[in-house]
Structure formats: C-alpha cells, structure tokens
C-alpha cells in the first residue's frame, strides 16, 4: 500500500483554464513515461517530463523547482526532505521499493555471475559513498576522508578500475553503469537487503486539483476508476451501493429458483377403437380373482 501524507481531497477534474501543462521531474533512474501514458489517458492532455541531475533527494535546480510534482528516491528508512512534521513544506507518496544490487568491474570473477547472496559481500571491498545506506553492510572506511567520491557517478568510476565495488538499487545502477565497464548482481536470498523507496512529492501551496488528480494516477488510479466516475460518494455510499447491488443479484437468484419449471404435455395414447387401443387395453386389463373353492362338509 502506498504512504501518503497529502492535504485535503480535491476535486478529479483538473481545471480547464490551467495556464500550462502539468510537470512531472524525475530523479535518475526512475522512469516515468508509464504515468505519463496513464494521465494522457485520463486527461487527453500531456504531462512535461522533467529529468532532474540527481540520484537521491528532490534535487534543488531550477528543474526540481518548477516541477509541480516530482519523483525521488530515498535510502533505507528515510523520508523525503520536507515531510516531516512539524515544519512539514511537501505532500509525500510513497509508490514503491528498488531491489539493491551489487556493481562490480566487467572483469571482476563476480562478473558472470547472475546474482549473488548478501553472505558472499564478504568477498568484494565495499566501497563507501555518500548515498551508502547504514542499513546495509558496512563499506570500507576511507584512510583520508577526502577521497571519498563525491557522487555515484565518481564512485562507479572507481569500480570500473577494479578498486572495489558499490551497493545501489538496482535502475539506479542500470540507469548510470555501462555495460563495458560495469556488471551489476542482483542481491538474494535471506535476510532480504534493505530497499530504497520512490516517492512522489509535491508542495503544499501547489495542492491543487490537478496535481491531485496525478497523484491519484500514481497511486495506481486509472480513467474508469477515477473520482469523477463515482459521482463524488464517500466511501460508505459506495459500499452499501455495492451491498445493494450484491443484494438484487442473489434475489434475482433466489426468485428464478422458485419459478417452476415447465412440465412437459403428457404423451398421447392411441386413439379409441384402433387396434393399438385394444392392445393397450388387453396389455393393461386386470386378470380375474380365482374364485374360492366351496369348502367340505
């Protein structure tokens, strides 16, 4: 189920004299255009697709500003920045968790693997990285703070020389690793990693019906399904209409169980006088009673 903290519930309907189009930033590796299908669907209008220069967080470009509603990735446990009470400034939507996984160098021995189990992290040299979760194994320390990457991006370079390897999720790492350089394993088995999460964002002075209407798409809402479909009832009215609805179909059931089934006319015998008649009535004639034998005196 997704986690939401919005404001109050705002009509489905965006506005028709909306100045321009909705848009949509994103942060790397996180693909929107399913949405964005979606709300065509819905809205007959297109959403603007914002890419934002970021892995983890909202991002504070001007691409993250004028996004009406943005899309971001957290680590293990964490929110977005902005949504916690009480100096709370965003709406938060948790859509979903990213599987982790292990990036090696292409000639690793690791590198033909298809996966590999969160014991056997044992044996590759973690390296450590602003967005290495602490819920997860404990990277190597650098010897001078200084040389730690400063991004994914600079720590994936490291790994492409052999220098160790990296835990991210896994479309981030698909989305900035390169196929030559870089082998990413999925992580199995038991206990499972701790994932990060995508979240969608948006301001609480921009809580407006169109950006909720998005936020109803992204939750998994579709045209047939959305607000304006249910005539604005609360959810009580819908469950006792479905309780109605429920109800007429098993009367419905119950009264064609009733109604009689037509009995078929019975079968005509033969007509009277014909010899047909007179062998029925010689089949079904009732043999006679002896009659008792007079007793001896």
Not at 82 to 101: D, F, K, M, Q, V
Not at 164 to 193: D, F, M, V
Request: proline share 8%.
């Amino acid at each position: 189920m997704p986690e939401e903290t919005a404001g109050h519930d705002a009509e489905s309907n965006p506005s028709s004299d909306a100045a321009r189009p909705l848009v949509l930033g994103f942060a790397r590796g996180i693909a929107p255009s399913k949405w964005a299908n979606r709300w065509r669907e819905a809205t007959g209008s297109e959403l603007v697709l914002s890419p934002v220069a970021v892995a983890f967080g909202g991002g504070r470009g001007a691409a993250a500003a004028e996004a009406d509603l943005m899309l971001e990735r957290t680590r293990p446990g964490e929110r977005p920045r902005g949504t916690e009470e009480p100096s709370r400034t965003r709406h938060a939507l948790r859509l979903y968790e990213e599987s982790i996984g292990l990036v090696v160098s292409a000639d690793h021995d690791l590198a033909k693997r298809d996966s590999v189990t969160l014991s056997e992290l044992e044996l590759v040299t973690l390296l450590d990285h602003p967005d290495h979760a602490p819920d997860w194994p404990a990277a190597e320390a650098w010897a001078d703070p200084a040389w730690m990457p400063a991004d994914v991006a600079a720590a994936l370079a490291l790994v492409a020389t052999g220098a160790g390897a990296i835990l991210l999720p896994i479309p981030l790492a698909r989305h900035l690793s390169s196929k030559k350089e870089h082998a990413i394993l999925p992580i199995t088995g038991e206990p499972r990693l701790a994932c990060t999460s995508v979240w969608a964002t948006w301001a609480l002075e921009r809580d407006a019906a169109d950006v909720q209407q998005l936020a109803g798409i992204l939750r998994g809402r579709t045209a047939r399904s959305s607000r304006g479909s249910d005539g604005g009832r609360s959810g009580s009215e819908k469950s006792r209409s479905r309780g109605r609805s429920s109800g007429g179909s098993k009367a419905s059931g119950k009264t064609a169980a009733k109604t009689p089934a037509k009995t078929s006319a019975k079968k005509q015998g033969p007509k009277p006088g014909t010899r047909g008649a007179q062998l029925a009535n010689a089949k079904w004639k009732p043999k006679p009673k002896p009659r008792p034998k007079p007793r001896r005196s």
